[in-house]
């Protein structure tokens, strides 16, 4: 059957199982298009080709398959470069299809042309130009398996005009990826294996540290086994929160620059660090000198590349998670740690007393106030899509998340402007599933253009905006280290609810505490899309927080009296 | 310094792929040579790099993360044999030439071009044999020289060779990655 690189390559995704593509159409992938009309895919129309990588991102990471985004050539293709990266620093696996100028023209400044694979080489899994429609579905095929195998990454496909409009055979059973061989190295060094098992079986403090590598190979149900084995205290990464349930005695929450103080203190208190695919991110460890100095250090991790990067580890077990601590499990012999446990329990002291929900209601709003109330209502169900800064912090401080797959973040990266057009791809991804929006009043305003995306395409998800006025992460670094000089952090913003309005979304402004959980209510019982503008304390901060560089030890805590009295109107 | 050996897909771009990554990972190299093997779809890289034991084990981990690398490998502590090439293009005149000849012999080099003010030597062998020619012809004037950089094959049955096809289906990958 003859058909044209464009049809091709639609025929090649609807055979790859995709439903949606998040979008933006130009000169150089009209082909595509034209072809797209024709096909049974469905295409969302982003407002910004940005917004269209970070739709396929959350929809990869809420549906655990791959998300799609396409765009032009030039401004097109580079527009999708944060959107890439973001992808790429929480291997989330994307494909992009790019359009690009004929191969004729190529090299020679055509209108829109840009090396858009040059300028993604290092911030892709892989990329590739096609510049023959005989290749086309091949080259999707390859896309697709490099993307959501080993540890999965953004994969970019450039295809040039020229090579969507001519015509080639097309032949699925024939165009079956041709990967160059790849050396298979032996995952399981004997010696490593049973030195970890002499670890486990001989440590005392033992704690895992859980990552987002036990979502990506869907380890769950092998990860609970082995910590039921073991006994194991659990700490998370951010993008960890999800992989063991919030409600597990076990789980001790999260660890690291804002994670509770009890989970750093044992962290550094710890006889054996059991890492699960995670990364030793430096917002996770502090100053590595005086990283968990008397734990060894067990390091379950596919990709090799990160064994000993930033934390020499004692024993590597290079693999894939699940795998691996299905392997581990009927090894393990020691399973009392209560003593332990019930150290680290204590270690919490303090911590619930200086805890924002148990200080006396001052009438003022405060963020971890909201984000609870939310997790109440939702009674932690909710998939939570957020952005970066204090809210995202706040949320995964506040919000108990007891299935995987739920909280969506850009955690390495730290993209703002991530959580508007991440939560339409996870609502694609999961129609069924209550999605919320959880972002500042900064980040909200880089990608609030795609609130007309979500009402073409009539979606029902719940923004919940944290306004206080500032870039709040910003400023509490300026409060904590810059003297309170608030230089370029406090913020104008428009009315967001009347902005709401102005789409056609229902919008709420909300001041007092009283009014946060019947707002909530009434906007979960909408059957359409709600802002809800939370007009949160000003200049409230994020405790307790390892500051950058410094020792997980040394944190800053709350003060035994918060209450600032600064929340007014902008 | 450290010496990997890396089998490549022998297309372009991949030589961009993996310089770049040094780049990434702030790892100077001190020299790179690619050619092709007896295989013509895959090429041999021989990498000399600016780093410790640690940096050798990033460097030969993401390389092998790349799509067109086949295979990495930090071969620094293995029994090698190690080959680097010049042409060195020395001044000579009718009184030192006998001199120099002399010298070229010594070091097993051979004279490849003769003009009548100058002599083209060709020599091959170890990075500090090349050092020592050198050193010693400066004082005749080096007008120009080209060196390959080095080369290197661990010795006798300490085999580095590209992986074979893999006996599994595309399919049976392209199903298990889903």
């Given amino acids: 059957m003859k058909l044209t690189g464009a049809e091709i390559l639609c025929e090649s995704l609807t055979?790859?199982?995709?439903r949606e593509i998040f979008g933006y159409p130009g000169g150089a992938i009209l082909p595509v298009y034209d072809a797209l009309g024709k096909s049974k895919l469905h295409h969302v129309l982003v407002r910004h080709e940005q917004g269209a990588t970070h739709m396929a991102d959350g929809y990869a990471r809420a549906s655990g398959g791959i998300g799609v985004a396409m765009a032009t050539s030039g401004p097109g293709a580079t527009n999708m470069v944060t959107g890439i990266a973001t992808a790429m620093m929480d291997s989330s696996p994307v494909v992009c299809i790019t359009g690009q100028v004929s191969s004729k023209v190529l090299g020679s400044d055509a209108f829109q042309e840009i090396d858009i694979t040059g300028i993604t080489m290092p911030i892709t899994k892989h990329n590739v130009v096609v510049t023959k429609a005989e290749d086309v579905a091949r080259t999707i095929r390859e896309a697709f398996l490099i993307a959501n195998s080993g540890r999965p990454g953004p994969v970019l496909v450039d295809i040039t005009k020229?090579?969507?409009?001519?015509?080639?055979?097309?032949?699925w059973e024939a165009s079956a990826p041709k990967l160059p061989p790849k050396r298979v190295r032996s995952n399981h060094d004997q010696a490593e294996f049973d030195r970890a098992v002499e670890m486990l079986n001989t440590a005392k403090r033992p704690i895992i540290l859980?990552?987002?590598g036990i979502m990506v190979s869907g380890a769950m149900r092998a990860f609970e086994q082995f910590v039921r084995a073991g006994n194991y205290p659990v700490a998370m990464t951010l993008l960890g929160i999800g992989c063991f349930p919030a409600n597990d005695p076990l789980n001790l929450g999260m660890m690291g620059m804002h994670g509770e103080a009890w989970v750093n203190n044992a962290i550094q208190e710890a006889d054996l660090?059991?890492?699960?695919g995670m990364r030793f991110d430096d917002r996770v460890t502090g100053d590595l000198r005086t990283y968990a100095r008397s734990a060894r250090k067990i390091h379950i991790e596919i990709d090799r590349a990160e064994i000993n990067k930033n934390v020499p580890v004692d024993a590597?077990?290079?693999?894939?998670?699940?795998?691996?601590?299905?392997r581990l499990t009927p090894h393990i012999k020691t399973s009392d740690h209560s003593a332990w446990v019930r150290h680290i329990s204590e270690l919490k002291g303090d911590s619930a007393v200086r805890d924002i929900q148990s200080l006396p209601d001052s009438g003022h709003l405060y963020a971890a106030h909201v984000i609870n109330d939310l997790w109440k209502e939702t009674r932690g169900e909710a998939i939570i899509v957020t952005d970066v800064g204090q809210h995202q912090m706040w949320e995964a401080q506040y919000y108990h998340h007891n299935q995987p797959r739920t909280l969506i973040t850009s955690g390495g990266l730290g993209t703002m402007g991530f959580a508007l057009p991440a939560a339409i791809g996870a609502k694609f991804a999961k129609p069924d599933s209550e999605v919320w929006v959880v972002v500042g009043d900064g980040g909200f305003q880089m990608t609030m253009s795609e609130l007309a995306t979500i009402v073409q395409e009539k979606i029902n998800i719940k923004i919940a905006i944290i306004n206080n006025g500032y870039l709040g992460m910003v400023r509490?670094?300026?409060?904590?280290f810059y003297d309170k000089r608030y230089v370029a952090t406090p913020l104008v913003a428009p009315d967001f609810a009347a902005l709401a309005n102005a789409f056609g979304i229902r919008g709420e402004r909300i001041t007092k505490r009283a009014e946060v959980v019947p707002t909530i209510r009434s906007a979960r019982e909408s059957a359409e899309t709600v802002l809800i503008?939370?007009?949160v304390e000003q200049e409230d901060s994020v405790y307790p927080m390892v500051a950058a560089g410094a020792s997980l030890s040394d944190m800053i805590r709350r003060p035994n009296n918060p209450l600032v009295e600064t929340a007014t109107e902008p | 310094m450290q010496t990997l050996v890396a089998y490549v897909e022998n297309k372009p771009g991949v030589l961009n792929?993996?310089?770049?990554?040094?780049?990434?990972?702030?790892i100077n190299i001190d020299s790179l040579t690619v050619g092709p093997t007896q295989n013509e779809e895959i090429a041999r890289m021989t990498i000399v790099a600016h780093t410790d034991e640690r940096g050798a084990h990033r460097l030969e981990a993401s390389l092998e993360k790349l799509v067109d690398v086949l295979l990495a490998e930090n071969i620094s502590t293995r029994a090698l044999l190690e080959r680097d090439l010049a042409l060195i293009k020395v001044s000579a005149d009718q009184q030192n030439r006998p001199h120099l000849m002399e010298l070229i012999k010594v070091f097993r080099a051979r004279v490849v071009d003769v003009a009548p003010e100058s002599l083209i030597i060709e020599v091959s062998g170890t990075v500090d044999k090349i050092d020592g020619l050198l050193e010693v012809l400066r004082p005749f004037g080096v007008l120009e020289m080209a060196r390959t950089g080095r080369i290197s094959m661990t010795r006798g049955g300490d085999l580095l060779q590209p992986p074979p096809a893999p006996a599994e289906s595309p399919e049976a990958v392209e199903s298990k990655a889903k």
């Fill in chain 1, 210 to 212: 859980a990552g987002h």
């Fill in chain 1, 162 to 171: 020229d090579a969507q409009q001519a015509s080639a055979e097309f032949n």
């Fill in chain 1, 273 to 276: 660090l059991i890492a699960v």
């Fill in chain 1, 316 to 326: 590597a077990l290079v693999g894939d998670a699940r795998e691996v601590l299905e």
């Fill in chain 2, 17 to 26: 792929r993996v310089s770049s990554l040094a780049r990434r990972l702030a």
């Fill in chain 1, 533 to 535: 503008d939370f007009r």
């Fill in chain 1, 476 to 480: 509490q670094w300026q409060e904590f």
């Fill in chain 1, 15 to 18: 055979r790859l199982g995709v």
